[in-house]
């Protein structure tokens, strides 16, 4: 089992309910990273229909989880139809809910009455290994998550607040070696430095507010390479997008979240 | 008290439920149109806390409405923060669930602590004296919202399957005058013809599975230009990308929404 499996793993406890552990290898400083969180949740609502993909996963956070600690997931199934089981679920620690998520899946393997077909090819950055291993510096906190993840960043862009552009692409993939899964994408989706960083150097913890992952398709083997850039930033809430594609150049998932970027001293001040 | 406020009124129940009706007058062929229906919830919503404009609204799309009859909504605050409310709501009509709401309300108007801006700038198209009124022909369905509806489309991209991109623009206001508000931003986002249209000519009706509308900005008076894109399409699901733009140029609101493209007996067997 990857660590990513046993590290979101959920028990049933009833039909609605579900034990956790969040664990500690997944922080952003001192927090649980939200896609990581999501994930636990997920996993639990995967479990209430036959359709194993979500297409579809809004998560409104709305308190840090809390590390090291026990985790419940209350689950609701809304609808199970034949080609779509919408559910949704109250991820809580301690008995205060830390996030809430709506999620529709599907079967993506599913064959379709329509041949059209549309995409976005991938972006064409440096391969892996001319890309510089994420740290901590956008954010200016520790990082315990790059203990999980390998996350490998285009150096154009790796160069806080010198890039000119809200912008930040770059590959990803679990640090045991497991393969990219459609779970891990919504992790993934939420993993890479604030793309606000090019823009504007270090930002700090950017809290996600809400964020939607949309699968698009599964996963082939090997890297991700992911591509986020911010569109609108206005009283300190912005809008990032994002988008996944595998190793085959198929695009595997797209994402919107709107993010808090919270004051922080000036530099003269530190 | 203008169309859309009357026709997407709640009256409170109990602290939880409140009664509405479903006009006929917002329909796409014979249901009511998606981005109407949302708009009846959030309604109810937005009473629940003290702020008053939808930063994040995501709703999933379960049965079509039934025009011309009752509804009920059922609320839930899910949290009310100093600076941000969270809650969901379901529409139900004759008993069954048609739609599933989760939003995060704030104020835009208040001071943030954050001076950076970032923003995009809306799209040059021809004023809407310049454009070609809304028709049903997109679709091949007859389109009563069109009596609700100022609906101008950039006619560059007006001539169904032969602009050669997946992409469509123009202006949109409410019939009656009235000036547009967060709330119709929410119709404004699901009102616009399939951007597919320009790609593949007639596409029918296209059911939204899913929709989420970021509101970034309170709207100035006069029309609203619209942008909206099919990123991709497989499997007989798409991904649409919006933006609106008020008169003064500012983006009030992004949009994203899953929908599927229904399969359409070949123009041979019509």
Redesign the interface.
Known sequence: MSWFEAETAVERITDVRWSAHVSGHWNIGTNPNGGYLAAIALRALRRLGPHPDP??V?T?F?RPGTAGAAAEVITEL??EGRT?T?A?ATLTQDGT?RL?M?A?L?D?T?????D?????APPSIPPPSECVLRSGVEQGIELPILDRLDIMIDADQAAAGRAGT?AVSGWIRLGDGAEPDVLALLLFADAFPPS?FG??GVVGWVPS??L?V?V??RPASGWILGQFS??????????ENGALWDESGA?VA?S?Q?GL???RPAPTER
Chains 1, 2 share one sequence.
């Open positions: 297409i579809s809004t409104h709305l809304i609808r779509i919408t949704r809910p809430e709506i529709s599907a993506l599913a064959p379709a009455d329509v059209h077909a549309l995409t976005i809200a606000l823009l504007l507010i809400e939607t949309h698009r398709r911010t569109s609108d930033l206005h009283r300190g809430r912005m809008i695009l797209q919107r709107i970027l919270l004051p």
